[in-house]
């Protein structure tokens, strides 16, 4: 079992603070608070990771592609959450 060095662990949780809190901004136009927005980050990160390869879409890597990609899977879960929420 691979393990994360504290250096990778901090670097995800910033990625998944700001991807959430951008991703909270452009569909909510708050933030969430930060717990929520590190959980809305990662899991963005991880819905991007899914879709994002399946239309070809990609930026590379690096910090600023990682928060890019990780917004982009937020924002496709806040929205998917607000449609079962009006259902």
Known sequence: MA????????????????????AALIVRGEGMGLVLNIALGIVGAFVAGF????????????????????????VLLLLVIRLFKRA
């Open 3 to 22: 393990t994360m060095g504290l250096g990778a662990i901090l670097a995800t949780l910033i990625v998944g603070a700001v991807a959430g809190w951008l």
């Open 51 to 74: 879709v994002l390869p399946a239309i070809g879409f990609g930026l590379g890597g690096g910090m600023f592609a990682s928060i890019v990609h990780a917004t982009i899977g937020a």
